[in-house]
């Protein structure tokens, strides 16, 4: 196994202050050769730990000169495209994953999420939000919203106009990674740190947030909140959602196992199994009373929702008649309410 966690080189956007606004890492790299930082450690005064250092376009062609004679020739081909950049250019090495220090270790770990190097939850993410400046993100890239009256000003005289596309902390995620195999029909739902598979489909309405994706295959037509993880084959119908570690949910951590599918404008708010189903327009929080239901319709005992948490081949819908949330139960689900009751 690799001694370092991370290494990438990327440009980005400084604010006048010379203050980091956004990275862009064309090829971030996981758990890479020690040889590969050993060939470049002079050049960036490199001595250990995590590192974040911004290059000159001198000191990039060197770092390209020094891999490709160690032979990593994939790796020295981008610093070679670096090297001809208009932008301000930055090294970061992360020899362990911890929590991110600077704006570029931050946009590191969200890329290495969109390149599908690891998954949600599968980096620390801890304090990155005072990390990542709130900004402007315009027809011509990054702004710092202090300056950006300015520049709308100098665009008008120039006879442009300064498209702001978003105001916010995370950019979309087409511009930085587009992974393969995927469909997204609106490019402004999914931001930045999204882990979208292969085979998944993200419908207008779709939407994924950081540290948050899909396994894929699986069709995207709600919302995936931030931490939630969809298993392959799993579809979120139209309106649906899930609730994200940030919007409700604590530290429960909210996931769909394969083969679910959530309703029209229905959601969750416990992790599932595999092969459940939940019904349009009911949404299951933790503390929800739910009927279980054997295959002879009988109702066997009420519990909440938490306590089904994580298991497979259940049905939850509303009896029209009562208005109780129901489980439809298999026989796994009868053996369940035996281990409850053990417990009480």
């Known amino acids: 196994m690799s001694d370092y966690y991370a290494l990438a080189i990327g440009c980005g956007t400084q604010n006048r202050e010379d203050e980091w606004l956004e990275v862009y890492f064309p090829d971030p790299v996981l758990n890479p050769d020690s040889k590969l930082i050993s060939a470049i450690a002079d050049e960036v005064d490199y001595d250990g730990g995590n590192l974040t250092r911004e290059l000159s376009h001198r000191q990039v062609a060197h770092i390209a000169r020094e891999w490709r004679s160690a032979g990593f020739e994939h790796q020295a081909s981008y610093a070679v495209a670096l090297q001809e950049a208009e932008r301000p250019l930055v090294i970061v090495i992360l020899a362990k994953d911890e929590a991110p220090t600077s704006t570029p270790e931050a946009y590191l770990k969200l890329h290495l999420l969109s390149h599908r190097l690891v998954k949600p939850h599968g980096t620390d993410l801890s ?118 570690t940030l919007s409700g949910g604590g530290n429960i951590v909210i996931s769909l196992g394969e083969g679910c599918l959530l309703g029209a404008n229905a959601g969750t708010g416990i992790p599932l199994g595999d092969r459940c189903t939940i019904e349009a327009g009911l949404y299951i929080t933790a503390g929800t009373k739910v009927e279980l239901v054997d295959a002879d319709r009988n109702v066997v005992e009420t519990v909440k929702a938490r306590d089904l948490a994580g298991k497979s081949d259940l049905l939850f819908r509303r009896n029209s008649l009562t208005g109780a949330v129901q489980c439809v139960t298999n026989k796994s689900a009868v053996q369940l309410n035996e281990e409850l009751h053990s417990h009480n």
């Open 127 to 244: 304090g990155i939000f005072p990390l990542l400046p709130n900004v402007a993100w315009t027809s011509e890239g990054a702004v710092d919203l202090n300056e950006l009256p300015e520049r709308q000003l100098m665009a008008r005289l120039e006879g442009r106009i300064l498209e702001v596309n978003a105001v916010d902390k995370f950019p979309k995620m087409t511009d930085y990674v587009v992974p393969a195999g995927v469909r997204i029909a609106d490019t402004s739902r999914v931001r930045l740190g999204a882990y979208v598979g292969e085979g998944t489909t993200i419908m207008h309405e779709g939407f994924i947030n950081f540290n948050a994706g899909t396994e894929g295959p699986g069709m995207i037509e709600g919302r995936i909140s931030a931490g939630v993880f969809v298993g392959k084959g799993s579809d979120i119908g139209g309106g649906a959602s899930t609730m994200g």
